[in-house]
């Protein structure tokens, strides 16, 4: 049996590295909204200070792919999670600064969107030196299985994040109001707690074999583990495609209007469940939480369960995701109570569950196995870009007309219905 082919200790602590760097992200996007709007900040800052760190991530993670291949994985991992747990310490700290008056809203905003920098710049180090870590310690049985669990760290921290942030809005301490600011220095501990673990517990580095890691998607609400990072971590380099190549052009289009419309009405939704239920903002994270965790747990409830079960192809899934999301979408907009909002978002989120599995197995389709890993690449870049100006578009939509982004996101996704039914059909025919 292969040292990774059950799980232990190494491999744990490889998946709390994945787990804590998803969760802290979606965790501080959870609160953002209510923090922002305490602070009488427009609600545009709060999504520039993830659209940048987004960024920053989609043009990182590759280099630190190929860092980790050529400098070693240990390094990779600890660089990561130093990177992560410095970024929320910093975020906690200027917004506390904020929240106390030390310092203005808007400088508060300024110094965290800065700090939210060395997150998209250095957390991305971590995920593919963690899969590099995996592929070389798992035999080849057991290899695709190992990463695929190391990948659904991610997703899970989607569900843990968003659950866990109104639990830790702390109180005052010693005179200074901590506040909303909490989850910040929470898991700012906890980077700190998993780090040591993993300078610790991992082996020192070796001279990297054959095994390699893929740059991995940016973690963020809404923005599920599509399992191309996998793909991409388990193929050789093989023959070059790019994004307009004829083969897989009509999925590419297919997965960048998907993750703009996810992104968009992911980012609203903390602001929307503030303005529709009328609720003081430090109230509204309990309901947020639950509207972005119901959303989280249908689409992995779709990408564990019932994908499996239906074994639809690619083409299918796209259609029928496109279908179900657009009137998740739609029926969010309309919504004025939190069983509303938290079915139509949902309902959009199972739809994009379908969507995104769709698109990566469509596109990978699409090719030959020389091809698989540079279209994996191509798969987790349209995911990662989708979340770099996703969220500053939708929230300045909603800034125009609260209903304005779940609409646009209902419209485009029926017009992309449109174009999958007749381009899809023609891209998978032999």
């Not at 989850?183 to 998993?194: E, K, M, R, S, Y």
Request: include cysteine; aromatic fraction near 8%; hydrophobic fraction near 55%.
């Amino acid at each position: 049996m292969s040292p990774m082919a059950r799980p232990d200790r190494q491999f744990l602590l490889l998946f709390a590295v994945m787990l804590v760097i998803a969760a802290g992200n979606t965790a501080l996007q959870s609160v953002l909204p209510a923090l922002g709007r305490s602070l009488g900040v427009a609600d545009t800052a709060v999504a520039a200070a993830f659209s940048v760190s987004a960024l920053l991530w989609v043009l990182a993670a590759p280099f630190w792919a190929n860092r980790s291949d050529r400098r070693g994985r240990r390094a990779m991992v600890l660089l990561g999670i130093a990177g992560f747990t410095a970024s929320v310490l910093l975020c906690g700290i200027f917004l506390m600064a904020g929240i106390n008056g030390w310092i203005s809203a808007g400088a508060a905003f300024v110094a965290f969107i800065g700090a939210r920098m060395l997150y998209g710049g250095f957390g991305a180090a971590a995920p593919p030196a963690v899969q590099a870590m995996v592929a070389g310690s798992t035999g080849p049985e057991d290899r695709t299985r190992m990463l695929a669990l190391i990948g659904s760290a991610f997703g899970l921290g989607t569900i843990i994040g968003p659950a866990l942030a109104p639990y830790l809005v702390l109180g005052r301490f010693a005179g200074v109001e901590v506040g909303l600011a909490g989850p910040a220095f929470v898991f700012a501990a906890i980077g700190l707690v998993t780090g040591i673990a993993a300078a610790r517990m991992l082996p020192a580095d070796v001279v990297p074999g054959e095994s390699h890691g893929a740059a991995q998607s940016y973690p963020s609400v809404g923005g599920q583990a599509s399992g191309a990072a996998v793909v991409a971590a388990t193929s050789s380099g093989g023959q070059r495609v790019g994004y307009l190549d004829p083969r897989i052009r009509a999925w590419m289009i297919v997965g960048l209007v998907m993750g703009h419309a996810q992104a968009m009405i992911g980012q609203t939704m903390g602001f929307l469940v503030i303005d529709r239920l009328a609720l003081p903002p430090a109230e509204a994270l309990g309901p947020t939480g639950i509207v972005l965790m119901v959303g989280a747990g249908a689409a992995l409830l779709v990408q564990w369960g019932l994908i499996p079960i239906l074994n639809l192809s690619p083409r299918a899934l796209a259609l029928g995701g496109c279908a179900l999301a657009a009137l998740g979408c739609a029926a969010t907009g309309v919504a004025t109570t939190l069983y509303g909002i938290t079915m139509g978002y949902g309902l959009a989120a199972m739809g994009f569950g379908f969507l995104r599995p769709g698109f990566t197995a469509g596109a990978s389709l699409a090719v030959g196995p020389e091809s698989q890993g540079a279209v994996a690449g191509k798969v987790t870049a349209v995911n990662g870009a989708a979340f770099v100006l996703g969220p500053s578009i939708g929230v300045a939509m909603y800034e125009a007309w609260r209903p304005l982004p779940y609409w646009v996101a209902a419209a485009a996704l029926l017009l992309l219905l449109g174009y999958a039914w007749r381009r899809l059909a023609a891209a998978l025919r032999p």
